[in-house]
């Protein structure tokens, strides 16, 4: 299955007015980097994949209907996985963006590559 372009097209409007965001494909989808790291990504698997907090994971995982992101059968931390059922809305859509831009923005600075 690869990503679902019109999801891919909605986030891209979205984070139109945003920081410097690029797109790269990975993992079958379509990530959307800002300022250089993965926010969200439109899902090989269907749905958003979205970058979290850590410490918000266990209290967004009660509070909506997102999962754990799995890949090769093993929970992804530091990611949910979020359907397109719970994306029908733009306001469910920017709710999600702005979880994964958030989390994107306070990830550690990454290293220069040798």
Known sequence: MTYDAHLADRVRELLLD????????????LAFLVA???????????????????????HLLATTDARPMRMKGRAVSGWLHVDADDLRTEHQLAQWI?????????????????
């Open 18 to 29: 945003d920081s410097p965001v690029t797109e790269q494909a990975m993992f079958g989808g």
């Open 98 to 114: 702005a979880v994964g831009t958030a989390a994107a923005a306070g990830a550690p600075a990454k290293r220069p590559r040798r």
């Open 36 to 58: 250089g790291t993965m926010a969200v990504a439109a899902s090989s698997q269907g749905g958003l994949m979205v970058r979290v907090d850590p410490a918000r994971t266990d």
